[in-house]
């Protein structure tokens, strides 16, 4: 059985103000197919975990990271699940989470836990193994970025340089870091209207701290296919992969990525009802960042070796 309290809160915050936008039968289908994909969510076989690192293995306000989380990975990838941590962060990646594994494990058992890691940097530029060799790069197309960055971009930030804490511009993508978050929309709002108008094809979309401007072809989900098809090939047969990410929102970086079945995000939600689930629990809490992320690690049941089900109804 569903939980019909955890089922009500999860519609209210995915429907939000939206309901008032439909119809009667437009929105008795949506409840359906959230339902039936919520449903699905919590019924099926996994074989493999995605992550978003910043905004779900730690809290962004604290920036602590919870070692009971990576004592779960440990478990996890002992069981032949592979791990695939994603960001728009570059190598830095690879080694925050191989430091904290190696915090919790044996020299013995380090070798073991990270053969099941994989990491997508840079919103999908490049996806490495736990040995920082490269399984996956996109075509680079840094110099085209900047000189859009320099002819275009910067003079949409003209009056907002104030709240602009720096600029990258590396690995296909432009990393603007804006921490006020109206500011942020605001400077969102007008380099894709910029890119609407010009045709130009590019992703802007807004992460925890700013905002990243990527090539069209690129993303954490399009980077997740090009891995699942490797270890399809290499003996590791991915069908279902379990997601979770905290930029959920049609503007977010995690929008296409978890907007699919098995995807639950630990801070921003979308409106579309095929995933991008919040994590609530039994007793109807929405719970947030790397306390979500426990919540769903917690509910995981290993069935056999490099396979699991969630056991949140």
Same mark, same amino acid.
């Given at each position: /059985?569903?939980?019909?309290?955890?089922?009500?809160?999860?519609m209210?915050?995915?429907? %939000?103000?939206?309901?008032?936008? /439909?119809?009667?039968?437009?929105?008795?289908?949506?409840?359906?197919?959230?339902?039936?994909? $919520? #449903?699905?969510?919590t019924?099926?076989?996994?074989?493999?975990?995605?992550?978003?690192?910043?905004?779900? #293995?730690?809290?962004?306000?604290?920036?602590?990271?919870?070692? @009971?989380?990576?004592? $779960?990975i440990?478990?996890?990838?002992?069981?032949?699940?592979?791990?695939?941590?994603?960001?728009?962060?570059? *190598?830095?990646?690879?080694?925050?989470?191989?430091?904290?594994?190696?915090?919790?494990?044996?020299?013995?058992? $380090? &070798?073991?836990?990270?053969?099941? &890691?994989y990491?997508?940097?840079?919103? +999908?530029?490049?996806?490495?193994?736990?040995? !920082?060799?490269?399984?996956?790069?996109?075509?680079?197309?840094?110099?085209? &970025?900047?000189? !859009?960055?320099?002819?275009?971009?910067?003079?949409?930030?003209?009056? $907002?340089?104030?709240?602009?804490?720096?600029?990258?511009?590396?690995?296909?993508?432009?990393?603007?870091?804006?921490?006020?978050?109206?500011?942020?929309?605001?400077?969102? *709002?007008?380099?894709?209207?910029?890119?609407?108008?010009?045709?130009?094809?590019?992703?802007?979309?807004?992460?925890?701290?700013?905002?990243?401007?990527?090539?069209?072809? /690129?993303?954490?989900?399009?980077?997740?296919?090009? @891995?699942m098809?490797?270890?399809?090939?290499?003996?590791?047969?991915?069908?279902n992969?379990?997601?979770?990410?905290?930029?959920?929102?049609?503007?977010?970086?995690?929008?296409?990525? @978890?907007?699919?079945?098995?995807?639950?995000?630990?801070?921003?939600?979308?409106h579309c009802?095929? +995933? %991008?689930f919040?994590?609530?629990?039994?007793?109807? @809490?929405?719970?947030?960042?790397?306390?979500?992320?426990?919540?769903?690690?917690?509910?995981i049941?290993?069935?056999?070796?490099?396979?699991f089900?969630? &056991?949140?109804?």
């Amino acid at each position: /059985m569903i939980n019909l309290r955890r089922l009500a809160v999860i519609m209210k915050l995915k429907l %939000c103000d939206y309901a008032f936008e /439909m119809q009667k039968k437009e929105l008795c289908r949506y409840i359906v197919k959230l339902g039936y994909q $919520y #449903f699905k969510t919590t019924r099926i076989s996994y074989n493999a975990i995605s992550v978003d690192f910043d905004g779900v #293995f730690n809290n962004p306000f604290t920036k602590t990271i919870d070692e @009971l989380l990576f004592r $779960y990975i440990t478990y996890f990838s002992r069981q032949k699940i592979p791990i695939i941590f994603l960001s728009g962060r570059g *190598t830095s990646l690879l080694e925050e989470v191989l430091e904290n594994v190696r915090k919790y494990t044996s020299p013995s058992t $380090y &070798l073991i836990v990270t053969d099941n &890691l994989y990491f997508v940097t840079y919103n +999908g530029a490049t996806i490495y193994d736990s040995n !920082y060799s490269v399984i996956y790069t996109e075509k680079d197309v840094t110099n085209k &970025l900047k000189k !859009y960055f320099y002819e275009i971009v910067r003079d949409l930030l003209i009056g $907002y340089e104030k709240h602009i804490e720096r600029v990258k511009i590396k690995n296909n993508n432009i990393q603007i870091f804006v921490s006020d978050d109206t500011i942020r929309r605001i400077i969102l *709002t007008k380099i894709k209207g910029h890119t609407i108008h010009s045709r130009i094809s590019l992703n802007i979309r807004e992460t925890g701290k700013g905002i990243d401007v990527y090539p069209i072809n /690129m993303g954490k989900h399009i980077a997740l296919k090009h @891995l699942m098809n490797y270890l399809n090939k290499n003996s590791k047969e991915i069908r279902n992969v379990l997601r979770i990410a905290d930029q959920g929102h049609e503007h977010g970086t995690d929008f296409e990525f @978890l907007n699919t079945i098995g995807g639950f995000t630990t801070d921003k939600v979308s409106h579309c009802p095929y +995933g %991008c689930f919040p994590v609530v629990s039994s007793n109807g @809490l929405v719970l947030k960042f790397n306390e979500a992320t426990k919540y769903i690690f917690k509910h995981i049941k290993v069935t056999e070796k490099g396979t699991f089900q969630l &056991l949140i109804r």
